[in-house]
């Protein structure tokens, strides 16, 4: 893989690319946020160089054939060892970039700009976040061509939805966990990796839930497992009827209860995790505790998934989960607070 870029200046490209994470992720514009030098410029980019694939891989105007070879030929360009050059991935690219784009379709344009500056970090961040957001990428390149026929994914089963959001999610959180394990013992090192798929499956899960009607709409991808779909006798193709909203109503439920039985190895994760390299606690506790309220909210009101196309915590809990965090939260306490928010929304 080479660049095919001159020198520029990394500090602009950095302070971009901060940025661009702001425009296209609420839940990790908090994180980037919360974190410090320098693990706030590695969690940054190895995020953007996995929004990259997602991006291509949730393009619904995109067929799924040209996805799975965007996905490869994006695949070779973090190949370090393949002499495959930015120029020819943005050559493949380029004709599918909307005329007028989104935050997510900019940083698919910028593509150049985040890998050199990802290029441009000290060997050892690097190489631990690199396999990590290959297997994502080849995870995606897998689904988007397993489904082509379908014109969009159709995931079948659970096991399905949980290897498709093993590579969204699971991949992510080994690059995280590879990132701040470093200044861990070797026993919490391999605690941490233990529950590190726990809380990466409990955050995906939660999204898929809550955004059914998007991303069939926007994206033509159903992942409620059409075995659960056919179980309430609705048809995939259907998801968003209002005459199903009672069946599907049923499977969000049942998805949310999926996502709840990883919390408590998530909370474990957030115990052992280290604050060192610029990690702090807060980073990933804030979006821990968003779930939680998140899923509340699902278990109150499904059916607004289907009828009103999203289910959200208010901003004013997201501020008072962030306000409490200024104020000082000690590890011990973190029980408690998602214990209260499961239970109704935490007011500052």
């Known amino acids: 893989m080479t660049t095919g870029q001159p020198e520029t200046d990394i500090d602009a490209d950095l302070e971009w690319c901060y940025e661009a994470v702001h425009g296209?992720?609420?839940?990790?514009?908090?994180?980037?946020d919360r974190l410090e030098e320098p693990m706030s410029r590695h969690i940054c980019l190895g995020y953007l160089l996995c929004r990259v694939a997602d991006t291509i891989e949730d393009a619904g105007h995109i067929p799924p054939e040209a996805q799975t070879e965007l996905l490869t030929a994006y695949d070779r360009l973090l190949d370090p060892d393949d002499p495959f050059e930015a120029d020819a991935f943005m050559d493949d690219v380029e004709p599918w970039i909307p005329a007028d784009p989104d935050e997510d379709w900019t940083v698919v344009a910028e593509t150049p700009r985040v890998l050199r500056t990802f290029e441009s970090l000290d060997e050892e961040p690097r190489e631990i976040m690199r396999d990590p957001v290959r297997e994502l990428v080849d995870g995606m390149a897998m689904f988007t061509d397993r489904y082509a026929d379908e014109g969009g994914l159709r995931l079948q089963t659970l096991e399905e939805l949980e290897e498709y959001c093993w590579y969204a999610a699971g991949t992510v959180g080994t690059l995280i966990t590879g990132l701040v394990a470093r200044s861990a013992s070797p026993d919490r090192a391999e605690e941490m990796r233990q529950n590190a798929r726990s809380f990466?499956?409990?955050?995906?899960?939660?999204?898929?839930?809550k955004d059914v009607e998007s991303d069939y709409h926007e994206e033509n991808n159903v992942y409620l497992p059409a075995e659960w779909l056919a179980e309430e006798n609705v048809d995939v193709e259907a998801v968003t009827a209002e005459a199903n909203q009672s069946?599907?109503?049923?499977?969000?439920?049942?998805?949310?209860?999926?996502?709840?039985?990883?919390?408590?190895d998530a909370h474990r994760y957030l115990e052992v995790v280290p604050e060192r390299h610029g990690n702090r606690l807060s980073a990933w506790a804030i979006p821990y505790l968003l779930a939680v309220g998140t899923m509340r909210e699902l278990r109150e009101r499904p059916e607004d998934v289907v009828r009103e196309g999203d289910v959200k915590i208010s901003r004013a809990e997201v501020f008072a989960v962030i306000q409490q965090f200024e104020d000082g939260v000690s590890r011990s306490h973190l029980r408690d607070l998602r214990r209260e928010i499961s239970e109704k929304p935490l007011h500052h």
């Open 24 to 32: 296209v992720s609420r839940t990790f514009s908090i994180t980037i």
């Open 200 to 209: 990466a499956l409990l955050l995906q899960l939660v999204n898929i839930a």
């Open 247 to 264: 069946g599907v109503t049923n499977v969000i439920r049942r998805v949310t209860g999926r996502a709840e039985n990883y919390l408590d």
